[in-house]
């Protein structure tokens, strides 16, 4: 089957760093998108990776491991606005992108 | 990039009454995607709208629950029949930038339904 592991809630500071996990597994696989999604809100793009290493755009940060079935976002510098769920969403071999259930990031001061 | 427009933002419905939520986007696409999403779950696909054919259902939903429209390339409905509190969610519109299967997903702005 498929399947999307990640935390389901992190709490960090902020000014701090915080490394989210997605461990995926997927009939198939054509990349890799995180999506941030602010409460009551709708998901909004993040980042998108295909081959194995670090993407980098600006404060956000997005690895894949494609043999372990692994990826992770950084974010660097948190703030306030930060709280949010991070969902992490592979692609199978059709292009139907499989949704976790996300994780829910708590920014305290 | 794609702007999405969604109405209604929200509502609160009887049960057995139907909704009708419209997407409208600024550029012409081939299939535009409809989600649910739960509180507290992942998003799910409800159905996938295609321009002068019919809506392909993910297993779960049925046409006569969800009946979908697609008159053009820039617009789509998804009707909620006979609600029932269950169906209390999140309802999105969405299109993927770029041509063909691949680049990402763009989301509209959401409905949230609520039914008494």
């Known amino acids: 089957g498929q399947n999307i592991d990640q935390p389901t809630e992190m709490t960090a500071t902020e000014g701090a760093i915080v490394q989210i996990n997605c461990t995926y597994q997927?009939?198939?696989?054509?990349?890799l998108f995180w999506y941030q999604q602010h409460a009551g809100e709708a998901p909004t793009f993040l980042s998108y990776n295909v081959l194995d290493g670090l993407e980098e755009k600006g404060r956000f940060s997005s690895f894949l491991s494609r043999s372990k079935g692994y990826s992770y976002l950084l974010l660097k510098e948190l703030q306030m606005k930060d709280s949010a769920s991070y969902l992490c969403?592979?692609?199978?071999?059709?292009?139907?992108?499989?949704w976790g259930a996300g994780t829910k990031l708590i920014i305290k001061p | 990039s794609a702007v999405i427009s969604q109405k209604p933002s929200r509502d609160i419905c009887q049960r057995g009454t139907s909704l009708t939520i419209q997407c409208q986007v600024d550029s012409q696409v081939t299939m535009m995607f409809w989600y649910r999403q739960q509180p507290g779950q992942s998003l799910t696909l409800i159905a996938t709208?295609?321009?002068?054919?019919?809506?392909?259902?993910e297993s779960g939903f049925v046409i006569d629950k969800f009946p979908i429209s697609r008159p053009n390339l820039t617009f789509s409905t998804l009707t909620v029949s006979n609600m029932s509190p269950e169906d209390s969610s999140i309802y999105l519109c969405s299109v993927r930038a770029g041509q063909g299967d691949t680049g990402e997903l763009f989301f509209g702005e959401g409905s949230r339904l609520t039914v008494l």
């Open positions: 997927t009939s198939g696989f054509n990349g």
């Open positions: 969403a592979p692609w199978d071999s059709n292009y139907q992108l499989i």
């Open positions: 709208a295609n321009q002068g054919s019919e809506a392909t259902y």
